[in-house]
C-alpha cells in the first residue's frame, strides 16, 4: 500500500509539474551579486517558450523597492552579428540610474548572443520591410521581462521606465499603449530600424514606410515619450528623427523631441559610453522626473 500511494504521488506530480512550471524554475538570479551596483547575472522570461533570456541586473543598496528601468539594446538584420553580440550591459547608463535610485534590468532578446533561440523581431528585406510587426514583437520581449521583475518584492510595482536604444527603442515606441501608472515614461535613443542600409551612413530602408509605423503606434499612446538623438547620428539621424517623431505625435502620442550634441565619431552608440550618458542627463533627469541621486528613492 505506500508504494502504491507514493507511486500516485509521483503521478500527480509529474501531470502537474507541466512545462510552464519548469520554465518558471528557470528564472531568477544565476550567482551571487557582485561590485559596482550589485551586478547579477539573471534569466528571464521572453515570448519563445524554449531558451531563458540572458540579463544583467543593477541595483542600488538596500531592500527597495526600488522602481525599475528596463534597458532595451540595440539590434543588427545580421545573423552573424547577432549571434556574436556580447551581452548588452549598458554600464554608464545603468550606474547613472542606480544613482538615481532605479533597479535597472538589461536584458538579450532571443536571436542575440547568448540567449540564442529565435529571431523573433525579423523586419524582413529593405524593399518590403514590416517595421510595424518588428516593433510590435520587440515590444513583447520588452514586457516579458518587465513584467517578471515587477513581480519581485525589491521591485515597485508602479513608476517603471522603458529606455529604447536603435531597434530596442523602436519596441519601446510600440509600448507607448501601456498603462502610465505601470510604465512611467518611455526614453528612446536613436529609436529606428532598417538604418544605415547597406551600411551606408545616412540611409534607411524604405523611409515612408518606417514613418507611417511610427504614427501607427502614436495611436492610443498614453505614455510619454522622450525621444533623443544625436547630432552626428548616421543612423537616424536628426532631420529623420524628427519626422518619425512627429509621425508619433499627429498619431496620437506625446513626445518630446531633443536632438543632443555630438558624441564620438558615431552618435548612434551615445547611450553605451559615459561621456554620451553625460550629454543626455538634464534630457534624462527631465523625462524620469528625478531631481538627484536621492530622488527616485522615495
Known amino acids: 500500500m505506500p508504494s502504491f500511494k507514493l507511486f500516485f504521488v509521483l503521478l500527480v506530480l509529474v501531470v502537474f509539474w507541466t512545462p510552464a512550471a519548469l520554465a518558471q524554475g528557470r528564472f531568477g538570479p544565476q550567482g551571487a551579486e557582485a561590485e559596482p551596483n550589485r551586478e547579477q547575472q539573471w534569466l528571464v522570461p521572453s515570448p519563445d517558450p524554449e531558451p531563458a533570456a540572458h540579463a544583467v541586473l543593477f541595483r542600488p543598496a538596500g531592500d527597495g523597492p526600488f522602481r525599475l528601468a528596463l534597458i532595451a539594446h540595440a539590434s543588427t538584420q545580421n545573423t552573424l552579428r547577432r549571434a556574436q553580440m556580447p551581452q548588452p550591459e549598458y554600464r554608464a ?84 499603449g501601456e498603462d502610465p501608472a505601470a510604465v512611467s515614461a518611455i526614453v528612446l535613443f536613436s529609436a529606428g530600424r532598417g538604418g544605415r542600409a547597406n551600411d551606408f551612413p545616412n540611409q534607411v530602408c524604405a523611409p515612408h514606410t518606417l514613418i507611417a509605423s511610427a504614427g501607427e503606434f502614436g495611436h492610443g499612446a498614453r505614455v510619454p515619450v522622450t525621444w533623443l538623438v544625436a547630432a552626428n547620428d548616421s543612423y537616424f539621424w536628426p532631420d529623420l528623427s524628427r519626422k518619425l517623431a512627429e509621425a508619433f505625435r499627429l498619431g496620437g ?19 553605451e559610453t559615459e561621456a554620451g550618458v553625460k550629454i543626455a542627463s538634464a534630457e534624462l533627469d527631465r523625462a524620469l522626473r528625478t531631481l538627484g541621486p536621492a530622488a527616485a528613492r522615495k
Open 93 to 176: 547608463l545603468a550606474a547613472w540610474l542606480v544613482a538615481r535610485g532605479f533597479a535597472v534590468l538589461v536584458p538579450e532578446r532571443p536571436g542575440h548572443g547568448a540567449t540564442g533561440g529565435k529571431y523573433l523581431e525579423d523586419q524582413r528585406g529593405c524593399d518590403d520591410a514590416d517595421y510595424s510587426h518588428a516593433g510590435r514583437a520587440t515590444a513583447e520581449e520588452i514586457s516579458a521581462p518587465l513584467n517578471y521583475l515587477r513581480g519581485q518584492p525589491f521591485i515597485r510595482k508602479d513608476g517603471a521606465v522603458v529606455i529604447g536604444h536603435s531597434a530596442g527603442g523602436w519596441g519601446a515606441l510600440a509600448l507607448a
Open 253 to 271: 502620442g506625446r513626445v518630446d523631441f531633443h536632438v543632443l550634441a555630438a558624441s564620438g565619431s558615431e552618435g548612434h552608440w551615445l547611450p
